[in-house]
């Protein structure tokens, strides 16, 4: 069953296009994550599902119903905000009860709501408190509370946990996805955070400039990018892009080369009028690199270490691949990255040699980055 449904939005700040045309059909019960850049609309759409922005077209239906109009209280959803906003001279009880108050529900239901919330979330014997006298994380969960009182139709969220440490992120995140599970709601998340995005997201939504580049499963959007943007955006250490020319075109296999690094074939997504000579970008993600023996040409790559990041159990290596063409790189210390499973002995200044997984390259057009290699397969969940 369709739970929301965003038609054609666009939002304009004055000559500003923040928001455009976005279509979404959210089922009942899933749990969306919305990603993208700084500025990308993120905020803004999920503030007009809220009605705390005015839309300047389109349509926003939930459960059936047109609330393009609404106010948000008739809306049927509630928000959890970055900054919990919860009134400081009300109770931690006060404020769980507040929007069933303000909806003049009898007493006994917001009691019994109240107690179920914090029940849920662990909370049962802060009732009293104010919220200056709770920690960051409990603030967090009164703030769920609140709207898990109001049984919305679907849950808003913010960036709800990025005030918390690191330690209390990930304990808040294991929760909100059982949250989830238990009220079987459907939820609009917004997150930086890509391991949020990835562990909690029924589908992922990536967003740039104001359009959805493309929505999938997270493993999905991992494995099957639709475009360099995408391939780029998720995954951290960021995917690696080099700039190739095609050397010889059969069929559906092609054949890429750049100075600096050794032919390698990748299997396209369908045959292509791929003419010798043309430009294109090749995309590899850090783990699937791996340092070879010198001596080994084979789809290597010849570098120098710039910088090891010894992670315990993993290790991410910054190489410095000379004149090998790369797009923008990302941590601005060497050209490639590359990420071992292991505790690996190299240092600053180490020659080393990288072998490219031949079954892990992507190939995106030059113009537009759209992926054109073919598909990989997706290990289930
Ligand atoms: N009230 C406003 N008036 C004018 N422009 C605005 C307003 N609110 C947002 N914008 C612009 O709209 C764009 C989208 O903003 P939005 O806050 O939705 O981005 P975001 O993806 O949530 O960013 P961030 O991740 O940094 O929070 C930005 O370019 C922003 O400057």
């Given at each position: 069953?369709?739970?929301?449904?965003?038609?054609?939005?666009?939002?304009?700040?004055?000559?500003?296009?923040?928001?455009?045309?976005?279509?979404?059909?959210?089922?009942?019960?899933e749990?969306?994550?919305?990603?993208?850049?700084?500025?990308?609309?993120?905020?803004?759409?999920l503030?007009?599902?809220?009605?705390?922005e005015?839309?300047?077209?389109?349509?926003?239906?939930?459960?059936?119903?047109?609330?393009?109009?609404?106010?948000?209280?008739d809306?049927?959803?509630?928000?959890?905000?970055?900054?919990?906003?919860?009134?400081?001279?009300?109770?931690?009880a006060?404020?769980?009860?507040?929007g069933?108050?303000?909806?003049?529900?009898?007493?006994?239901?917001?009691?019994?709501?109240v107690?179920?919330?914090?029940?849920?979330?662990?909370?049962?014997?802060?009732?009293d408190?104010?919220?200056?006298?709770?920690?960051?994380?409990?603030?967090?969960?009164?703030a769920?509370?609140?709207?898990?009182?109001?049984?919305?139709?679907?849950?808003?969220?913010?960036?709800?946990?990025?005030?918390?440490?690191?330690?209390?992120?990930?304990?808040?995140?294991?929760?909100l996805?059982?949250?989830?599970?238990?009220?079987?709601?459907?939820?609009?998340?917004?997150?930086?955070d890509?391991?949020?995005?990835?562990?909690?997201?029924?589908?992922?939504?990536?967003?740039?400039?104001?359009?959805?580049?493309?929505?999938?499963?997270?493993?999905?959007?991992?494995?099957?990018?639709?475009?360099?943007?995408?391939a780029?955006f998720?995954?951290?250490?960021?995917?690696?892009?080099?700039?190739?020319?095609?050397?010889?075109?059969?069929?559906?296999?092609?054949?890429?080369?750049?100075?600096?690094?050794?032919?390698?074939?990748?299997?396209?997504?369908?045959p292509?009028?791929?003419?010798?000579?043309?430009?294109?970008?090749?995309?590899v993600?850090?783990?699937?690199?791996s340092?070879?023996?010198?001596?080994?040409?084979?789809?290597?790559?010849?570098?120098?270490?710039?910088?090891?990041?010894?992670?315990?159990?993993e290790?991410?290596?910054?190489?410095?691949?000379?004149?090998?063409?790369?797009?923008?790189s990302?941590?601005?210390?060497?050209?490639?990255?590359?990420?071992?499973s292991?505790?690996?002995?190299?240092?600053?200044?180490?020659?080393?040699?990288?072998?490219?997984?031949?079954?892990?390259?992507?190939?995106?057009?030059?113009?537009?980055?759209?992926?054109?290699s073919?598909?990989?397969?997706?290990?289930?969940?």
């Amino acid at each position: 069953m369709t739970s929301l449904e965003l038609r054609e939005i666009n939002k304009n700040y004055g000559a500003y296009h923040a928001l455009r045309g976005i279509d979404l059909t959210v089922a009942q019960g899933e749990f969306i994550v919305m990603v993208g850049p700084s500025g990308c609309g993120k905020s803004t759409l999920l503030k007009s599902i809220a009605g705390l922005e005015t839309i300047s077209s389109g349509q926003i239906v939930i459960n059936g119903r047109d609330v393009t109009r609404q106010e948000p209280g008739d809306r049927g959803i509630a928000m959890v905000f970055q900054s919990y906003a919860l009134y400081p001279h009300m109770t931690v009880a006060e404020n769980m009860g507040f929007g069933l108050r303000m909806a003049k529900r009898p007493k006994a239901e917001i009691d019994a709501a109240v107690a179920r919330a914090a029940k849920i979330l662990r909370i049962s014997d802060q009732l009293d408190k104010r919220p200056k006298q709770l920690s960051g994380g409990q603030r967090q969960r009164v703030a769920i509370g609140r709207a898990i009182t109001r049984s919305p139709e679907v849950f808003l969220f913010d960036e709800p946990l990025s005030n918390l440490d690191a330690a209390l992120r990930t304990q808040m995140r294991v929760e909100l996805s059982s949250l989830h599970a238990e009220l079987g709601a459907t939820m609009v998340y917004v997150t930086h955070d890509q391991v949020e995005a990835m562990t909690m997201a029924s589908r992922i939504v990536v967003l740039n400039q104001g359009i959805i580049e493309q929505v999938g499963s997270p493993l999905e959007l991992y494995r099957n990018p639709d475009n360099l943007f995408v391939a780029g955006f998720l995954g951290a250490p960021r995917m690696n892009f080099l700039g190739v020319t095609v050397d010889a075109v059969s069929g559906r296999s092609v054949t890429v080369a750049a100075p600096g690094l050794s032919p390698l074939t990748v299997e396209l997504s369908q045959p292509a009028t791929l003419s010798k000579g043309a430009s294109l970008t090749l995309g590899v993600r850090p783990e699937a690199i791996s340092v070879v023996a010198e001596g080994n040409e084979s789809g290597a790559v010849h570098g120098e270490v710039r910088l090891v990041e010894h992670l315990g159990r993993e290790t991410i290596l910054y190489v410095d691949a000379g004149n090998l063409s790369t797009i923008a790189s990302e941590s601005g210390t060497g050209n490639i990255t590359a990420q071992l499973s292991y505790v690996a002995p190299f240092a600053a200044g180490q020659k080393v040699a990288l072998k490219l997984d031949a079954r892990e390259l992507y190939l995106f057009s030059a113009d537009g980055g759209r992926t054109i290699s073919a598909r990989k397969t997706i290990l289930d969940k």
